[in-house]
T-cell receptor, first 114, second 113 residues
Framework: AQSVAQPEDQVNVAEGNPLTVKCTYS??????LFWYVQYPNRGLQFLLK??????LVKGSYGFEAEFNKSQTSFHLKKPSALVSDSALYFC????????????FGTGTRLKVLA | EAQVTQNPRYLITVTGKKLTVTCSQN?????MSWYRQDPGLGLRQIYY???????DKGDVPEGYKVSRKEKRNFPLILESPSPNQTSLYFC????????????FGEGSRLTVL
């Protein structure tokens, strides 16, 4: 069955330190991979996506993600965390053939401590 | 401004009282979808639509209906709401084909007493 896993419910990091939010997936073929961020009382906002090509993808607000096909992972990273990065982060995949099919992880709450 | 608009943002209702949550997008997207967000469960797809008059069930369609009479609108209908439908609902849209990301509305928090 297709699935997306975010193994950490919460990640705490000190401001200025690098952060990583983990995502692994189990989807056949070559899915499109996404990260979204949700701030309190807001809808999800698109951060970045991987379609093909360079395994390191850069997105909004200084975030980047590394695609690793052998490990079926798509971890979100940022070199230096800000308090304002505190939010709920969702990893998602879209089937390139069954394009109606988006699968979301359960979300990881990121807390950046001042 | 490109956006997905949902209404109402907040609603408290009682069991069995029919309600509709509206969703409208101004990006000419073919694909629209409804999700519910529950703690620990992430986002689960309720219904989706690939284009006008084309709708299909997602993973948790029970107790919901949708319609897609116009490209821009995709209302979610709860004919007889029950307490287990208390949740945060999101409408989203994207291009049908290719790698288009989803654009989300601001969410509708529904409480069924």
């Amino acid at each position: 069955a297709q699935s997306v896993a975010q193994p950490e419910d919460q990640v705490n990091v000190a401001e200025g330190n690098p952060l990583t939010v983990k995502c692994t997936y189990s989807v056949s073929g070559n899915p499109y991979l996404f990260w979204y961020v949700q701030y309190p009382n807001r809808g999800l906002q698109f951060l970045l996506k991987y379609i093909t090509g360079d395994n390191l993808v850069k997105g909004s607000y200084g975030f980047e993600a590394e695609f690793n096909k052998s490990q079926t992972s798509f971890h979100l990273k940022k070199p230096s965390a800000l308090v304002s990065d505190s939010a709920l982060y969702f990893c998602a995949v879209r089937d390139p053939i069954l394009t109606y099919k988006y699968i979301f992880g359960t979300g990881t709450r990121l807390k950046v401590l001042a | 401004e490109a956006q997905v608009t949902q209404n109402p943002r907040y609603l408290i209702t009682v069991t069995g009282k029919k309600l509709t949550v509206t969703c409208s997008q101004n990006m000419n997207h073919e694909y629209m979808s409804w999700y519910r967000q529950d703690p620990g469960l992430g986002l689960r797809q309720i219904y989706y639509s690939m284009n006008v008059e084309v709708t299909d069930k997602g993973d948790v369609p029970e107790g919901y209906k949708v319609s897609r009479k116009e490209k821009r609108n995709f209302p979610l209908i709860l004919e007889s709401p029950s307490p287990n439908q208390t949740s945060l609902y999101f409408c989203a849209s994207s291009l049908s084909q290719g790698s288009g990301e989803l654009f989300f509305g601001e969410g509708s928090r529904l409480t069924v007493l």
